[in-house]
């Protein structure tokens, strides 16, 4: 009972995570404006006359209402994009937050459910986090409230979420052959669509070096969603999931995917983490400053 009523405690105070917040709809409004920049460079082939992903036929208002795209449009795709980036946008420097944010989950959803065939499981992540910045509004922190308490249970729900893929990453890897053996990495390096050709000449086989760079892969999947929450670790563990996901995005290939996880890790930055650029910092406190 006391561990429940310390818990209940804990969402009245007053909500102190601002700047994670910040960083992340600024990590979340960047990724979309990459995205939609992407898609506007192939338009004919994201939602004009051929279209990559074949229309779903959604049915109900609610499916409609995050499939809007679902049959194409390239009209109808450019004013969601400037509904998507004008909302995002303006949740970083209006004050009202959650409206705006509902908005561009709307659109944002619309967009990425439109072209699925062209998405990775980094789209499917922004959407959750976008999903559950709709309930936080980072200026309405006032101690025992509910937007207090929404605050803190949608930065709590992101990180969680971020903590379940991992995880879900880990138990699939174990559970399939190929990485247990140690091929899968190797495999995914000899796409000649998304790899570096160096990387391609350096390991021309599977070998030692890219079966022991697996199990390490797994075990930092595995542990991430434990040592993300002690301090002691939590450094490191950013720190290796940077290099890893960096190297998703410019050795593998996979941008989309390895900058969204990226993004997701702003949910358990602080100052005494990694220092980020000056000019981000100011950008971000720039923000919350005008949102006031």
């Known amino acids: 009972m006391t561990a429940i009523k310390n818990i209940l405690l804990s969402f009245n105070r007053p909500f102190d995570q601002v700047k994670r917040v910040g960083y992340l709809r600024w990590g979340v409004f960047l990724f979309c404006l990459i995205n939609s920049l992407q898609n506007l460079l192939m338009l004919d082939f994201s939602w004009g ?39 995002l946008g303006g949740a970083l420097f209006l004050k009202y937050k959650r409206i705006l944010t509902l908005l561009g989950y709307l659109a944002t959803a619309s967009l990425f459910n439109s072209t699925y065939m062209l ?28 937007f207090n308490a929404l605050n803190r249970g949608g930065l709590l729900a992101i990180q969680l979420q971020v903590c ?42 599977n070998n030692w070096i890219l079966s022991v760079l697996t199990y390490v892969l797994i075990g930092f999947q595995l ?18 999931g940077m290099i890893i996901h960096f190297f998703i995005a410019f050795g593998l290939g996979l941008v989309n995917f390895g900058l969204a996880m990226m993004v997701g890790y702003f949910a358990f930055y602080s100052e005494s983490l990694i220092k980020l650029p000056k000019r981000f910092r100011k950008q971000t406190e720039v923000s919350n400053s005008l949102s006031h």
């Not at 559970?175 to 053996?181: A, I, K, R």
């Not at 969603?225 to 950013?238: N, V």
């Open 164 to 205: 379940f893929v991992y995880f879900m990453s880990a138990l699939y890897k174990l559970f399939g052959e190929s990485w247990l053996d140690g091929s899968a990495l190797w495999q995914s390096m000899m796409s000649n669509e998304y790899t570096l050709p160096i990387l391609q000449e350096t390991f021309p086989e």
């Open 223 to 240: 542990l991430f969603p434990i040592l993300i929450w002690l301090k002691p670790t939590r450094k490191g563990m950013i720190l290796i």
């Open 119 to 146: 998405n990775s499981g980094g789209h499917h992540l922004i959407l959750l986090i976008l999903f559950f910045l709709i309930i936080i509004n980072e200026n309405d922190r006032k101690e025992g409230t509910w």
């Open 49 to 87: 006359m051929n279209k990559i992903s074949p229309t779903l036929n959604q049915t109900g208002f609610s499916s409609q209402l995050i499939n809007m795209l679902d049959n194409g449009g390239e009209g109808l795709a450019i004013i969601l994009i400037v509904i998507q980036l004008a909302c």
